[in-house]
């Protein structure tokens, strides 16, 4: 019951992010931020090779996700994701998907960004901090995340496009 609670809240964080940057974007008067592309939302696909224990079960996973970046001042950015991962068992095959959702920040310096987001994995029903570094071309984001707390860890390599 927990884990959908948390579920519900992180999409309900991205909503409000969406409606906020939507009015943003609605008032023409005001200039876009000159470090930033004004590409809030985007879609990425991640592989996702396991690590330490995770290892053990299951082999290289996949996964799309929803991507959310807002500048804030230059070089500190809003960040935020949510997305399904799909995990294949070493022996039959049957996999685990999990849920993710997380929320952070970026500090970007040009086309180059490292992020640290805290996010809710369920199925193996953890919390994580998730570093990252990654690069991003106007619409474009290249990333390594890893989920770097508790025994079933993962890295990601994401790409992602904004729209």
């Not at 224990?53 to 082999?59: G, N, T, V």
């Not at 998907?97 to 929320?103: A, K, P, V």
């Not at 953890?126 to 890295?155: C, I, Q, T």
Request: aromatic share 16%.
């Amino acid at each position: 019951m927990l884990t959908k609670k948390l579920m519900v809240a992180g999409w309900v964080v991205l909503l409000l992010c969406g409606v906020a940057s939507g009015a943003v974007a609605a008032d023409e008067a005001k200039p876009r931020a000159p470090w930033h592309s004004g590409n809030y939302w985007g879609l990425g696909a991640q592989v996702s090779p396991p690590r330490n224990d995770f290892a053990d079960k299951y082999s290289t996973g996949y996964g799309l996700q929803g991507m959310f970046n807002y500048p804030l001042i230059p070089l500190l950015e809003v960040s935020a994701s949510v997305g399904w991962n799909h995990f294949p068992q070493e022996a039959d095959g049957a996999g685990i998907d999990i849920w993710e959702t997380s929320l952070g920040a970026r500090f970007a310096l040009g086309a180059f960004f490292m992020s640290g987001e805290m996010g809710y994995f369920s199925k193996v029903d953890e919390w994580s901090y998730m570093p990252g570094l990654g690069l991003r071309y106007d619409h474009w984001e290249f990333s390594l995340r890893v989920k770097a707390v508790g025994s079933n860890s993962w890295s990601g390599l994401r790409v992602g496009y904004y729209f």
